[in-house]
């Protein structure tokens, strides 16, 4: 269970832990700084696409609504059963939207999908099944009771819960939620998320590049996955690796941000302010050292109401400890029990050669096969082959490599950014 606290009961700020965290440990470490968002709005279920449910929702009608055809044919009463060569006359014809009249034994009514089932009708026999002449059906095989129908509530029940608070809603909610008639649904507000860059070798593209210096491609990214995840992005531009001036920016995106993110400088060296500027800023937090390769340091915290992550400066890193922090924290603050990712088993076809001790994501691409290539050892400041994969492979910290033929865990792009 998540426990939200305030920052205030989180005691002064701490130093960095000498020993290694688990993933889970440093997750449920990450979300303790942030606390659930209290404010909803009421949206149409066609805006509700990656939204935070605000409250549980029971079904209104029954799924279906009444007993049905599941196919296209005939519908007959069938009783103890129908041999083959049954021969039967068709009265009726019945198409989805349309009452029928009732049918008696010996006799059958045209109908289509979804078409309801007459009274006396027990079963349909689907249309390829039977031969045709004139107004008399043949049968072509056994038929009983129950064949192809769909019974009235079969699926759902009225006034069964269907959707619990904290989901996070997609397609298939919105699909559920406009079969039961309801056209506008409680959310949670979307998190607002603010991003800063920190560095002072640091340029913005579209400027020039001196000796020594790099682009900033971090906050570009970072912006990128919070928006396609659905949150709200602040860009909260760019400081130097100057403790006050971060503080300050901190600080101020606080009052208007739920997350305050900065990347660069959550490691411990003498260049890395990040936890000094927490704690100029007025916040409260610790630094992490994570059994996580890429993505090894990193400083979570609060700065008054705002919650607080400090990622790692190398691109690889700090998309992988977005992926995991940041959906802790974003879970939080949304009310959804931060779940740990699964990923998807799947076969290396690669050898990758690596000391046990700590989790570690590299960039793999799917082969035609069905198993997955590993792109070598990406490297923590390496885009390309984050570009040339499908998604990221997991291996275990107690793992010492990967063999062709080991079980990796898969973690695609495609729906791997969504927090």
Not at 4 to 21: H, N, V, Y
Not at 219 to 231: D, T, W
Request: net charge neutral.
């Amino acid at each position: 269970m998540t426990i939200a606290i305030t920052p205030q009961a989180l005691g002064a700020l701490r130093e960095p832990r000498k020993d290694l965290l688990s993933v889970p440990e440093a997750c449920a470490c990450a979300a303790r700084y942030a606390a659930r968002l209290r404010e909803t709005e009421t949206v149409p279920i066609f805006g509700s696409m990656g939204r935070t449910l605000a409250a549980a929702v029971a079904a209104r009608v029954a799924m279906p609504p009444f007993t049905q055809s599941a196919m296209d044919g005939y519908a007959l009463a069938a009783g103890d059963g129908l041999p083959p060569g049954s021969r039967i006359d068709v009265i009726d014809r019945i198409a989805a939207g349309s009452v029928g009249k009732r049918v008696l034994e010996g006799k059958a009514s045209r109908l289509f999908t979804g078409a309801p089932l007459p009274d006396g009708a027990d079963a349909v026999v689907m249309q390829e099944h039977v031969e045709r002449e004139g107004n008399v059906i043949i049968l072509g095989r056994p038929i009983r009771a129950g064949d192809n129908v769909r019974y009235r509530g079969e699926d759902i029940e009225p006034l069964e819960p269907l959707l619990g608070a904290g989901e996070r809603l997609d397609a298939r909610h919105v699909a559920l939620l406009a079969a039961q008639g309801i056209d506008r649904i409680d959310v949670r507000i979307r998190a607002r998320i603010a991003v800063i860059s920190t560095g002072d070798e640091l340029r913005q593209p579209g400027t020039g590049l001196e000796a020594a210096a790099i682009y900033d491609s971090n906050r570009p990214m970072l912006l990128a996955l919070i928006a396609q995840a659905g949150l709200i992005a602040i860009d909260g531009g760019w400081v130097p690796d100057d403790a006050g001036r971060l503080s300050a920016r901190m600080r101020e995106l606080a009052e208007c941000a739920d997350l305050v993110i900065t990347s660069g400088g959550a490691s411990v060296g003498e260049e890395d302010h990040a936890l000094t500027a927490l704690q100029r800023a007025g916040g409260q937090g610790e630094a992490l050292r994570i059994a996580l390769k890429p993505g090894k340091p990193a400083v979570v915290g609060s700065i008054g109401a705002a919650a607080y992550l400090g990622l790692p400066g190398n691109p690889v890193s700090s998309l992988v400890s977005w992926l995991i922090l940041g959906h802790a924290m974003v879970s939080t603050l949304e009310g959804r029990p931060p779940r740990r990712r699964l990923g998807c088993p799947i076969t290396s076809r690669s050898r990758f050669d690596r000391r046990p001790g700590r989790a570690e994501f590299v960039p793999a691409r799917l082969l035609e096969d069905g198993g997955v290539e590993i792109l070598g050892r990406g490297g923590s400041a390496r885009l390309r082959p984050l570009v040339q994969a499908d998604g990221l492979a997991e291996i275990a910290a107690e793992n010492a490599g990967v063999l062709p033929g080991d079980t990796v865990l898969f973690h695609p792009f495609r729906d791997g950014f969504v927090v």
